[in-house]
């Protein structure tokens, strides 16, 4: 499994899944919100609970399956990618809220920024960029 400073760990039926940020999940959100700043806004004020459990599955099948893709570039070994269906089956709604924070950790650890200071020393951590 991957670095733990990239993404968040979350349990699906009997496995468990790095959920990362990446620059391609970050194109896919922008295509479906109008971008990052825009996907808590829908999360929020979705019509109807349906409607947030829908959007909630599709954010973590999607974050989820970058784990899987960044694994699968990186070794011969192939896992298969999660697909919605399998979240929505594996999953309870009792499960998906805590998923939601999971959700706001991985999109903080993708957005964060470290800068290295001049006198060598500290860094310092922005949150995420709008």
Same mark, same amino acid.
């Given at each position: 499994?991957? *670095?733990?400073?990239?993404?968040?760990?979350?349990?699906?039926?009997?496995? $468990?899944? &790095?959920? #990362?940020?990446?620059? %391609? /999940?970050?194109?896919?959100?922008?295509?479906?919100?109008?971008?990052?700043? @825009?996907?808590?806004?829908?999360?929020?004020?979705?019509?109807?609970?349906?409607? !947030?459990? *829908? $959007?909630? #599955?599709?954010?973590?099948?999607?974050? !989820?399956?970058?784990?899987?893709?960044?694994?699968?570039?990186?070794?011969?070994? %192939?896992? /298969?990618?999660?697909?919605?269906? /399998?979240?929505?089956?594996?999953? =309870?709604?009792?499960?998906? !809220? *805590?998923?939601?924070? !999971?959700? &706001?950790?991985? &999109?903080?650890?993708?957005? %964060?920024?470290? #800068? $290295? @200071?001049? *006198?060598?020393? @500290? =860094? @310092?951590?922005?949150?995420? #960029?709008?």
């Amino acid at each position: 499994m991957m *670095d733990n400073d990239r993404g968040a760990v979350i349990k699906i039926g009997a496995a $468990e899944y &790095m959920m #990362v940020l990446t620059t %391609k /999940a970050t194109k896919e959100i922008a295509k479906r919100y109008g971008g990052l700043e @825009s996907l808590g806004d829908k999360l929020m004020k979705s019509e109807n609970f349906e409607m !947030a459990l *829908d $959007e909630v #599955v599709w954010l973590i099948t999607l974050l !989820a399956n970058q784990g899987i893709l960044i694994h699968n570039l990186q070794n011969e070994e %192939k896992q /298969a990618l999660l697909t919605e269906e /399998a979240v929505e089956l594996l999953t =309870s709604p009792f499960d998906l !809220a *805590d998923y939601k924070n !999971a959700i &706001m950790e991985a &999109m903080f650890k993708g957005t %964060k920024r470290y #800068v $290295e @200071s001049e *006198d060598g020393g @500290s =860094s @310092s951590k922005n949150g995420i #960029v709008g």
